[in-house]
């Protein structure tokens, strides 16, 4: 095998022949999709990373016929042929169809036992089987597309930004521990014991203090950690493009990363065309409910609060007098396409979100119908049908809470009825950056504000002074980006004054020690002349599975973690030598394991 | 200030300002390097990451001139200004030095405090003063210079590589833990409790798999770790240039190697003319002593064992009987430049690698002199003069020891006198492949086998009997890059035989049990056709060092740890909070720390 390969070196890919090749010697590597035998004759479809080609032996081809007819799915092989026409005799479905090759030498590299699962475009196998046989699912097409366009992106994200007069710089990842949000994985340190490393979230600070250095701008594709409890699109090692420039404006972020999804998405043959729209978080709240608005259709929200409070029906107006909204959506010829058990089902659904129930009626020409109509009379209808601009076939379905649960009720209802309803283009790719969110949320409950973005963020210039009058109020120079309803970046303009950070680290309860304790380093290295600065992370992950129209991150990422956050093929996490751990000065306390 | 950043982009770096601006307006954004008041005008050093430049505000520019006269090194400011010629006042020291700018605007952005040291080209500062201060020693031009080095090599290193094909496929930093040599960094799994992640020492396993998988070429420039006691160039967290390749021999691995290395070179201003040389592993320990050799000088190692055998000195006499080996160095001419006090000074130096003496001799016109002269009669100085061609004026120098120790104190003897006589070219660039290192390393203490590279790298093909006969033999398919004398990467073709796989593991004393506990995954993905592969990885932070010239390590990585593992900057890793712990199911024992 090795003086085969000495001796012969890959001519083409497999799914590179076409008809101009007719006539010509090649050799090729890859792996037996199929074979048959057929009168004497043997068909093999050959496969490799480019696709698949037919290979025939026929039986007075030397000695090759008889291995070849050995042949099974899966085997690794090589081989030296002809390329033929195929005649009249085309495979359309195959882009190599108009041609195959005569096999002339025949070299089986390794064999291969049945695969527990078929290797090819769609698979009905479980999951849990594909993911413990990781390196058979990822020969499947859709897999190897996916992580070939990641691997696209990655160089079309790089040549963007080093264009940019971005530097690539690389951050620790064995870092300090600073829990804020979520849980940090931790490190256990043998050199320094009973201390502990932190996996980092982010290089947040790292690339600040880059800032504070003078690279001026910075980005890396950087690998973050984050020990959630998993949901479906979770997985604890995550990987973002990470940006930082100096001297800049919201506007010049903006501007960078317009450019850079460009780039990407032409690089995935993509259309798009920035500038993309800007909305404020008061402003998708209000229309769309949620701070991430997917803009490929329509269902806006509607604001009824004012007639509602005073339409006569004592549950919008006691929602209203207690300082709730009423806020609905007009579902275009929604009168005839839901029926009454349709209706029936949205209300769970909105209950999901907290709202105690959903208010609807059918606007028909004749007057409404069904529902709360019955608590109106004409003159309020008439005010609600003007506000929703309503006519005659529509349903209106109207939700009355405090804010937060109308729009989260209402939000929700929203992409489900666009999803539902077959509103959306699967097609279009619609952006819009979200921007002025407010610095900080108050949790009622803990009586306590935390960052809506991070720590770091710095409020708005002009209202710097409500700090500390009104933090509540405080906007923040903060940005997300939203793709079809997701965001894909967020960012900020960073605080640059030491005296804006201490009290801002104030505000979220920090005291001046824990403050210094955690955070000291970076309070020093503001008062050595820190210039102005912002930057953007994108979530890798999920934006390639939007670029390749993936239907699980999993599909998008080389060893992916099960829900479990293990790995199902080496079967990590695992259990280790005592010995390791009594280095490392530690001891594995309440647990019992049967093994 | 938001203003002033949104009224003004930078239109130039002050590092970029020559002759040719002459003239125009220009928008600068930097830091005050030095200023200086000179009767009534002030002088300011402005930097930016291209350079510096002088700018000059005088008593009579409106408002601008009183705030210039407040700054300070460090500040970090905006200005807008005209270039203007600075006549025969040229600053021979500054690419800017034709020119200065007459600040007519000046915007700070913040203050400094007096920095802890100085910013300049060269420092004194203690290392761990500069660590603590890191934000401050990375604006020093040697540590700007470098990191923007290890920039551009990252896109020359991707650049070249998707050229040839290769995809950037990410492989998973929670991965299992197999400790084989080195110890494994653990990461405690709290959803899995009593079980623990590894951070990879390599992807290896991983990229193997990918190749499994069809990928056909991979690469990755990645962090691998490892919890090694620290010396003075090692890191707990490194960064390789990772690839596989399927389907290739030896050859076909250097070629995109050496190809790559060009590219490398070529984008940091360096020609270098592959292909390299090739020195078997045996070829390197009998010439050199060493498996890395430095190629820039010559001072090769002669085998005199034969001569030594029968040259009537009883120690090398004895030597060679019990099995043990005579090499020598002849240094030209230093029969006069050594003094006796000099060579009686390489006596302890290779005394530390084991030997028991130095044996030397002046060849002189008139016969030898000095050291063991007096044991050889004229045929046999004869013979010993032949051997090591021999000139008058020569010094002699002779180890006689069993093979390991004569060739660890000769070839470290030869790597100190070429950098002591003053021999090597500190500009040369000389590489050279070591090929065909043994499979296995004897532990005569332990009575076992160690895997030389590791266990997945394949005997050579003709050898493969060999496993089962004699493994001593056995040379693997393995080669290291080294260059001006380190090894810079290292490689070989992979095991892809499962039966092949399975006799390595069992040569290295994994049982059957442990080595599917351990490997299993990788022994079931050879049973499914995999292809021939083999790959190398490259250490990048000691390549940077060597091409930027840097004396530390540390100086080629943002943000580097000491030598006890920590981060001298944000105290990492530091003491966490129980709950912490508690959550991960784990608990400090042994540990007392007084805080």
């Known amino acids: 095998m090795v003086s085969f390969l000495s001796e012969f070196k890959r001519s083409h890919f497999c799914g590179d022949l076409r008809a101009e090749h007719i006539g010509q010697e090649v050799i090729l590597f890859g792996w037996v999709a199929s074979s048959r035998d057929h009168g004497g004759v043997i068909f093999i479809d050959m496969r490799d990373k480019e696709g698949l080609v037919q290979v025939r ?9 008889e291995l070849a007819n050995q042949l099974r799915s899966e085997w690794c092989i090589g081989i030296v042929g002809q390329v033929v026409s195929r005649g009249s005799n085309i495979n359309d479905r195959l882009p190599t169809g108009e041609v195959e090759v005569i096999g002339k030498r025949l070299e089986v590299f390794s064999k291969s036992k049945t695969p527990p699962f078929q290797i090819r475009e769609n698979t009905d196998a479980n999951e ?16 190897q597309r996916a992580l070939r366009l990641r691997s696209k992106v990655n160089q079309a994200t790089r040549t963007y930004l080093t264009q940019n007069l971005f530097e690539e710089l690389e951050t620790p990842y064995l870092t300090k521990s600073t829990p804020e949000g979520a849980r940090d994985y931790l490190v256990p340190s043998r050199v320094n014991p009973g201390r502990f490393y932190a996996l980092p979230q982010s290089p947040q600070i790292f690339k600040q203090l880059l800032m504070v250095s003078g690279f001026d701008r910075y980005f890396q594709i950087v690998r973050c950690f984050r020990d959630e409890d998993l949901r479906a699109d979770r997985q604890p090692e995550f990987t973002q493009i990470d940006m930082e420039m100096s001297f800049v404006t919201t506007e010049d972020v903006m501007r960078i990363c317009e450019g850079l999804m460009k780039s990407i998405f032409t690089c995935a043959g993509f259309e798009i065309n920035p500038p993309f729209e800007r909305i404020s978080y008061d402003e998708a709240m209000r229309r769309f409910g949620v701070d991430a608005p997917d803009l490929r259709f329509g269902l806006e929200l509607v604001d009824v609060t004012e007639i509602a409070g005073q339409s006569g029906f004592q549950v919008f107006e006691q929602t209203v007098s207690e300082g709730g909204i009423v806020r609905g959506i007009r579902i275009p010829g929604g009168s005839e396409t839901f029926s009454r058990k349709m209706i029936d089902e949205l209300e769970p659904f909105v209950g999901i979100y907290g709202a105690k129930g959903l208010a609807w009626a059918k606007v028909n020409s004749d007057g409404w119908s069904g529902g709360v109509s019955k608590f109106f009379d004409d003159e309020v209808r008439t005010k609600f049908e003007t506000a929703f601009e309503a006519e005659p076939g529509d349903l209106l379905v109207m939700v009355a809470a405090k804010e937060s649960v109308t729009c989260a009720a209402l939000g929700n209802l ?16 619609r952006f819009c950056w979200v921007t002025d969110f407010p610095m900080f949320e108050y949790d009622e409950a803990e009586g306590r504000y935390y960052a809506m973005h991070h720590p770091f963020t710095s409020p708005r210039p002009d209202q710097v002074e409500l700090l500390d009058t009104n933090p509540k109020e405080v906007k923040a120079q903060a940005y997300d980006l939203v793709l079809n309803g997701s965001e894909i970046g967020g960012g900020s303009i960073r605080i640059h004054q030491e005296t804006v950070q201490n009290r801002v680290f104030e505000l979220l309860g920090l005291s001046k020690e824990e403050a210094r304790q955690k955070f000291g380093f970076l309070l020093d290295a503001l008062t050595y002349g820190t210039p102005p600065h912002g930057g953007i992370a994108f979530g ?7 670029l390749s129209r993936a239907e699980s991150i999993r599909d998008v990422i080389a060893f992916p973690k099960t829900q479990r956050a293990a790995d199902a ?15 490392l000065h530690i001891k594995v306390v309440g647990v019992f394991e049967e093994e």
Do not use: H
């Open 569 to 583: 093929m080496s079967d990590a996490p695992n259990l280790v030598d005592p010995a390791q751990l009594e280095e």
């Open 414 to 429: 929203r992409k489900k009825l666009g999803g539902d309803l077959g509103l959306i283009d699967k097609e279009a790719f």
């Open 128 to 143: 849990m089987l594909r993911l413990e046989y990781r390196y058979l699912d990822l020969r499947r097409e859709p897999l």
């Open 57 to 65: 032996f026929e039986s007075d081809t030397e000695e090759s016929y």
């Open 540 to 546: 890798m992950d999920r934006l390639i599975m939007l």
